[in-house]
Antibody, heavy 120, light 110 residues
Framework: EVQLLESGGGLGQPGGSLRLSCVTSGLTFDSYAMTWVRQAPGKGLEWVSAISGSGGSTYYADSVKGRFTISRDNPKNTLFLQMNSLRANDSAVYYCAKGRSAADPMAVLWGQGTLVTVSS | QSVLTQPPSASGTPGQRVTISCSGS????????VYWYQHLPGTAPKLLIY???QRPSGVPDRFSGSKSATSASLAISGLRSEDEGDYYCSAWDDNLRGQVFGGGTKLTVL
């Protein structure tokens, strides 16, 4: 059974940083692109970033470009999201999701999410 | 403002058929596959439809997807109380180079 487990959420300061992790199991990790999607309180789903299976291709929403960095450690089956220059409107539940293939990051299986709150 | 446009709400009675529409553009729905997700409160979003009209294993055939030009639809037949929740359409956008979502449709089973 494929499992995705996010961690690293919590309270972050405006202008500060947080690093989210997503540990996976039950899949050949480097065979799949991975994606981060967030949901702010009372809002819909918003795609944040994606990375190919090899890590060689990365994609970002305009709202986070230049502030967030997606990466992966394939031997450790783990996906990361480094979040810098945090803003109040980055507050959301962040989900990691498995893509369809190494090159196709469209989300097909989601984790339970981790809550990020940005506030002073 | 979401890139894809969905009605904010939909409703039906048990056993009825309901459809949820999703409107996009030439850079997303027109040229790429459409995905549909179900998001129930307190749970992880779940894939209902991939590649426009394909169902993952375990998803009942009551759920079906289709598209025409820049619009897509999710149909749910034999509506059940457990279908109540939020539904999102999504597609890759070649201009934005990212996955885009609709604003979500809240389905109520009356």
């Amino acid at each position: 059974e494929v499992q995705l487990l996010e961690s690293g959420g919590g309270l972050g300061q405006p202008g500060g940083s947080l690093r989210l992790s997503c540990v996976t199991s039950g899949l050949t990790f480097d065979s799949y692109a991975m994606t981060w999607v967030r949901q702010a309180p009372g809002k819909g789903l918003e795609w944040v970033s994606a990375i190919s299976g090899s890590g060689g291709s990365t994609y970002y929403a305009d709202s986070v470009k230049g502030r967030f960095t997606i990466s992966r450690d394939n031997p450790k089956n783990t996906l990361f999201l480094q979040m810098n220059s945090l803003r109040a409107n980055d507050s959301a539940v962040y989900y990691c999701a498995k893509g369809r293939s190494a090159a196709d990051p469209m989300a097909v299986l989601w984790g339970q999410g981790t809550l990020v709150t940005v506030s002073s | 403002q979401s890139v894809l446009t969905q009605p904010p709400s939909a409703s039906g009675t048990p056993g009825q058929r309901v459809t949820i529409s999703c409107s996009g553009s030439s850079s997303n729905i027109a040229i790429n596959y459409v995905y549909w997700y179900q998001h129930l409160p307190g749970t992880a979003p779940k894939l209902l439809i991939y590649r426009t009209n394909q169902r993952p294993s375990g998803v009942p055939d009551r759920f079906s997807g289709s598209k025409s030009a820049t619009s897509a639809s999710l149909a749910i037949s034999g509506l059940r109380s457990e279908d109540e929740g939020d539904y999102y359409c999504s597609a890759w956008d070649d201009n934005l180079r990212g996955q885009v979502f609709g604003g979500g449709t809240k389905l109520t089973v009356l």
